[in-house]
């Protein structure tokens, strides 16, 4: 069965700090997809990434950047810098097949102060 | 991409009624998904809807409560029926191409 641990409920940091997020998963699957989501307090979730199962190479986006590691079943989201902005829940979800049967994570709620 | 048009944005409804939750796409879609998202918590899938069959309901949701209609590729509707307060959540509906695209949600809270 698939699993999505976000082990961190809340977070809060203050601005221009650098914050992680953490998110391990479980599969059997060898080919499978992961993803993070933002939920801003308006409600509406916001795709940030997509990484599949054979790609470890990470990546960065502007303040955001990803690190997935097969060895240990974790796709941790870092933010640098943090901003205000940022303040939202983040979840992280798992798809056995491309953008179908998604399980999601608890999420993280990220309180970033000024 | 996907757009996804979903309303109402929210509603406040007595409980013993029900509400009927439309979600509209942009383009053809096979696969359209109903999530619930509970006061704090993740989002859960109540069920797929494919058009032209039965909705698949995953476990704990039944068709009663939560029946689905699937007219055509680009629409589906969402009712959740005989509500009682523990019913209040947010309803998402989603299609799925590369990654997951979800509608803006719809707010229930009922009282």
């Known amino acids: 069965a698939q699993k999505v641990t976000q082990a961190q409920t809340e977070i809060s940091v203050v601005e221009k700090e650098d914050v992680t997020l953490d998110c391990v998963y479980e599969t059997r699957d060898t080919t499978y997809y992961l993803f993070w989501y933002k939920q801003p307090p308006s409600g509406e979730l916001v795709f940030l990434i997509r990484r599949n199962s054979f790609d470890e190479q990470n990546e960065i986006s502007g303040r955001y950047s990803w690190n997935f590691q097969k060895s240990t079943s974790s796709f941790n989201f870092t933010i640098t810098a943090s901003q205000v902005v940022d303040s939202a829940v983040y979840f992280c979800?798992?798809?056995?097949?491309?953008?179908?049967?998604?399980?999601f994570g608890p999420g993280t709620r990220l309180s970033v102060l000024p | 991409s996907a757009v996804i048009s979903q309303k109402p944005s929210r509603d406040i409804c007595q409980r013993g009624t029900s509400l009927t939750i439309q979600c509209q796409v942009d383009s053809q879609v096979t696969m359209m998904f109903w999530y619930r998202q509970q006061p704090g918590q993740s989002l859960t899938l109540i069920a797929t809807?494919?058009?032209?069959?039965?909705?698949?309901?995953e476990s704990g949701f039944v068709i009663d409560k939560f029946p689905i209609s699937r007219p055509n590729l680009t629409f589906s509707t969402l009712t959740v029926s005989n509500m009682s307060p523990e019913d209040s959540s947010i309803y998402l509906c989603?299609?799925?191409?590369?990654?997951?695209?979800f509608g803006q949600g719809t707010r229930l809270t009922v009282v």
């Open positions: 979800a798992l798809s056995e097949w491309d953008g179908q049967n998604f399980v």
């Open positions: 809807a494919n058009q032209g069959s039965e909705a698949t309901y």
């Open positions: 989603s299609v799925a191409r590369t990654e997951a695209f």
